[in-house]
């Protein structure tokens, strides 16, 4: 984009009068952040009026991507990275006499999610805009986020997240666009000669407000849009007419229940709950959606039959699967078609992407609650459930299918039946997942349809997690190979040919070895924790999850300081072990993981006796911003869940990319990580899936057998109760008691041999500089294909038939 200076300077003063009104020597940094965020919105507005204007003169394919979530992150970074105006900007306001990084700073996280698929819902958006793809989002404005994680006395503590108190700049509101969505009420059915209508009376009727965000592009024109609804209180006349019946307490919780519906996003990623504000907040977004794109397509379009090529829908697991009746429900009872011509328009437009095997984050919605919630959606699923059923009666008579596929079953609707049901796609997001998925949970829809089924590799995008958070790295990789790969991620594989290279080595030491400085300092600041910059900077950030382990890893620390204390002498490489993550508030087990890795750290950080060899820091609130600190600095990438159980990970693509070395189990996308790197540089231990398979089905694993064998073993899981940790004598027994008696369901103790030695490997690798330099530069290089670029484009390609659109400017 072209820049003037001048003009910049001028517009972004003017900004402070006109929004703030303040003078340039009055406003606060915040004030200034805000002025900037309104100065860099108008260019991108420009762009964005633009796109839309083509893209509906082209008539082109949109997709919208629908999800519960969508970690955006800070935006204004990333937008003067997009726009190319960064280095502009920041010399145009040093004049100003003010340091953009600041500014950069005081923006608030758009924490809109809990964890992977969040993120990967926003990495998919900014590659989409850079691609010159078609695609927007489509999800809830929370006006409450993920909580703020504090740690006190140990413990997690959970703060609202009230990002949105002092405006948030980069949305526009819309309230011409917005449409109403119905609950609760009785539907009528009318027999009519020729067909039947149905009448939904009764309601409670709620306003979808909808809040565009724009989604920028790298250097091109495109900008798209991600549409964020807020629910409010219909029209008045509903409010006021319980008003003027002298029902004012009646109208205050219809407009408190309204309104709760878009205050706050779930903090849970795995634990299904059958919770009646989750189910309003699903079919709040998933009609209001619905709507919206169905009243623009008609706007363009006469013929419903058209539908699927000019508009996908994809639902970011079930979370949305509710658009399969709702898209139904508006093409038969708002517009008049039958039952078949409305099931093939919407099965020719729904595509699904699964991202968890986890039974218990499956979700399923009982079968009363629907049916009152949605009394007209409830109708038509039994109408799904009961074609599905007659028609795998006809086509295979075997009940065993039957059973297996039934959308409606114990009084319960499951939900990701219903959306395998009713897609033509459906996606895992890593080889092993899918393979999962084909073989285990959707068994029997695979032999049934197996040509639905694909693999969608997870990626991430290399221009936030490279270009805005890695500059230093991102510039030796330019100097190194050229800047193609910013277009074209995987020409990183040209750094291939330089990672003996020792020139290039020492450059990408240095490197390191200051984004660690930042992060140490960082930690030093926060929580006076000294930590060396020559320990191997050991990071496991995630969210805490049995599934995950973080407690192998403490595990393991513990045998590392046993060990120590028995002989302070013992060489090994100085480590820091850094963890990050927040615990679902109810996640018992979860949240006395952080305790332990708080309690541990406090002891190991002061003992003097083992000469500083262990440092353990646990970074409170982990975050978009947060790992962007972070992920630099790591040297190790802890990805070390029990096989079969990580989708994919994506955390694994970040840290290989600004060049940390993987330990990991064979699991998600550590395998393909393994396929793209070799064997000799990444560190793999533990079970396979089909051991933890084997394990599940035929038993065989008694964790007692395997303490009593492993005096190291017994030894730590001895400590957790026996006083080791004098405060808290009793505290973790619970995680002992899962670890043992309960037979330790995710197989710490049986990798814990496995994890260990590969711990020493990694110690001895790291010892060679020369050799882990080679190491980490390979892990770049083949980290091009886990750009979320290539994700993208695998899905408008394979899944979603969309070209890119060139915008001209
Ligand atoms: C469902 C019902 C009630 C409350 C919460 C939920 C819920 C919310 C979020 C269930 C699941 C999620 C999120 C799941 C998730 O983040 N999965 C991760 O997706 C990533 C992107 O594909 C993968 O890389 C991770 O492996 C997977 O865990």
């Known amino acids: 984009m072209y820049f003037d200076k001048e003009r910049f300077k001028e517009e972004f003063i003017q900004k402070l009068q006109s929004m703030q009104g303040m003078s340039l020597e009055e406003a606060s940094v915040n004030d200034q952040y805000l002025a900037l965020g309104a100065t860099i919105r108008d260019y991108i507005s420009r762009k964005w009026i633009q796109t839309k204007r083509q893209y509906q003169e082209k008539n082109d394919k949109q997709i919208y991507y629908f999800s519960m979530e969508f970690l955006l992150g800070k935006l204004l970074d990333m937008n003067l990275i997009n726009m190319g105006i960064r280095e502009e900007c920041r010399a145009a306001l040093q004049e100003l006499g003010i340091d953009l990084s600041l500014l950069i700073e005081a923006e608030p996280d758009a924490g809109l999610g809990n964890g992977g698929l969040g993120r990967l819902a926003a990495c998919l958006l900014d590659s989409m805009a850079a691609m010159h793809l078609p695609g927007h989002g489509c999800g809830i404005r929370y006006k409450y986020g993920l909580f703020e994680q504090k740690i006190v006395d140990h413990h997690q503590v959970e703060l609202p997240d009230n990002w949105l108190k002092d405006g948030y700049v980069w949305e526009y509101r819309r309230p011409e666009k917005s449409v109403e969505v119905r609950f609760w009420g009785r539907v009528t059915q009318i027999v009519q000669p020729d067909k039947w209508l149905f009448i939904h009376e009764d309601y409670e009727p709620v306003l979808a407000v909808p809040y565009d965000i724009p989604m920028v592009g790298y250097h091109n024109n495109t900008v798209n849009t991600l549409r964020l609804w807020s629910a409010e209180p219909a029209q008045l006349d509903f409010d006021l007419s319980s008003f003027n019946r002298g029902d004012y307490i009646r109208a205050v919780e219809y407009r408190h229940s309204v309104e709760r519906i878009s205050k706050i996003l779930y903090p849970d990623d795995t634990h299904y709950e059958g919770r009646l504000l989750r189910l309003k907040q699903q079919y709040f977004f998933v009609s209001a959606g619905l709507q919206s794109i169905l009243s623009d397509y008609k706007r363009k379009n006469r013929l419903w039959q058209g539908l699927p090529d000019k508009i996908s829908v994809h639902i970011n697991d079930t979370h949305p699967a509710l658009a399969i009746p709702e898209l139904m429900r508006l093409l038969m009872d708002e517009e008049g078609l039958g039952w078949d011509e409305a099931w093939t328009i919407t099965t020719s437009t729904v595509s699904y992407t699964n991202h968890t095997t986890l039974p218990e984050a499956l979700e399923r919605w009982p079968v009363d609650m629907v049916k009152s919630l949605l009394p007209r959606i409830y109708m038509i699923i039994c109408e799904i459930h009961e074609r599905l059923c007659y028609t795998i009666w006809e086509q295979t008579k075997n009940w065993d299918l039957l059973r297996e596929i039934s959308i409606i079953a114990d009084g319960e609707i499951h939900m990701a039946r219903l959306a395998v049901t009713g897609s033509y796609s459906v996606n895992g997001v890593a080889q092993l997942h899918t393979d999962i998925l084909r073989k285990n949970i959707f068994a029997g829809f695979h032999s049934w349809q ?148 708080n309690v541990l750290a406090e002891i190991i950080n002061h003992d003097n006796s083992i000469q500083g060899k262990l440092k353990v820091v646990f970074l409170e609130n ?73 394990y599940y089905a035929f038993g065989g694993y008694n964790a007692w057998d395997i303490y009593h064998n492993d005096s190291r073993i017994k030894r730590v899981l001895d400590e957790l109760i026996n006083g080791f940790f004098p405060n808290e004598k009793e505290e973790f027994r619970p995680l002992y008691n899962d670890l043992l008696p309960n037979n330790d369901e995710y197989f710490v103790l049986k990798d814990f041999s496995g994890y260990s030695e590969a711990q020493r490997i990694v110690d001895n690798k790291f010892r060679n500089k020369q050799g882990w330099c080679s190491m980490a530069l390979a892990n770049i290089a083949h980290s091009g294909i886990f750009s979320s670029d290539r994700m993208a484009s695998e899905y408008s390609v394979g899944i979603w038939k969309i070209k890119p659109h060139i915008i001209t400017g």
């Open 622 to 694: 982990y975050s978009v911003s947060l790992a962007e600190l972070v992920v630099p600095a790591a040297d190790v990438s802890e990805q070390i869940s029990t096989a079969s159980k990580e989708a994919s990970g994506t955390g694994n693509m970040k840290f290989m990319m600004n060049g940390a070395v993987t330990i990991g189990t064979m699991d998600g996308a550590n395998i393909d990580i393994k396929n793209a790197v070799g064997d000799s540089d990444i560190v793999i231990f533990g079970l396979t899936a089909q051991q933890v398979f084997d």
């Open 450 to 597: 197996p040509y639905k089924f694909n693999n969608k590799t997870n990626g991430i995008t290399h221009r936030r997690w490279l270009i805005k958070s890695n500059p230093l790295l991102a510039k030796l990789i330019t100097d190194t190979i050229d800047g193609s790969w910013i277009k074209y991620p995987w020409d990183l594989i040209q750094l291939l040919r330089y990672t003996d290279d020792e020139e290039v080595q020492q450059r990408f030491c240095e490197i390191k070895r200051r984004n660690k400085e930042a992060l140490a300092k960082f930690i030093k600041n926060k929580y006076q924790i000294a930590v060396s910059t020559d320990s191997i900077f050991d990071v496991h950030v995630k969210r805490i999850h049995a599934y995950k382990r973080q407690i192998l890893n403490v595990l393991h620390i513990m045998h590392l300081y046993n060990q120590l204390k028995e002989n302070p002498d013992w060489d090994i490489v100085p480590r820091t072990f850094i963890f990050g993550g927040k615990a679902a508030p109810g996640y018992y087990i979860a949240k006395q993981t952080i305790k332990l890795i």
